[in-house]
């Protein structure tokens, strides 16, 4: 497995906007269903977007139409877009990729996680 560096975290007002990045080393990048993941202070981990293989996306209800995840094989990329950023999208936010095909929100499904960036948005 290789290792993942999430960035592109930081603080915005409501309503802002960034793009988290997720940079992966290792061969299996292409192969691999990957997600972003959040923690918000005092509270469990959540998903927030993931990709499977075939690139079929999943969103939480709570992003969708607010956030989009992409990748880039080649460059061995993971984004994600974060639109109309709310105070309760802050937390650390997680990268992390799955031997399965379909990236849905089962932790235990991800085997590689990264060591997360904060996002803190303020109203």
């Known amino acids: 497995q290789g290792q993942l560096v999430e960035s592109g975290g930081g603080s915005v007002q409501a309503g802002g906007s960034l793009r988290l990045s997720c940079a992966a080393s290792?061969?299996?990048?292409?192969?691999?269903?990957m997600a972003w993941f959040r923690q918000a202070s005092g509270k469990a981990r959540e998903g927030v977007a993931g990709?499977?293989?075939?690139?079929?996306?999943h969103y939480a209800d709570s992003v969708e139409g607010r956030f989009t995840i992409s990748r880039d094989n080649r460059r061995k990329i993971l984004w994600l877009e974060m639109n109309s950023l709310q105070p309760e999208d802050t937390g650390m936010y997680f990268c992390?990729?799955?031997?399965?095909?379909?990236?849905?929100?089962?932790?235990?499904?991800?085997?590689?996680w990264g060591q997360g960036t904060q996002v803190t948005v303020s109203s």
């Open positions: 290792g061969d299996d990048f292409g192969r691999s269903a």
């Open positions: 990709l499977d293989q075939n690139r079929m996306t």
């Open positions: 992390a990729t799955s031997p399965y095909s379909t990236a849905l929100f089962r932790e235990d499904w991800y085997r590689n």
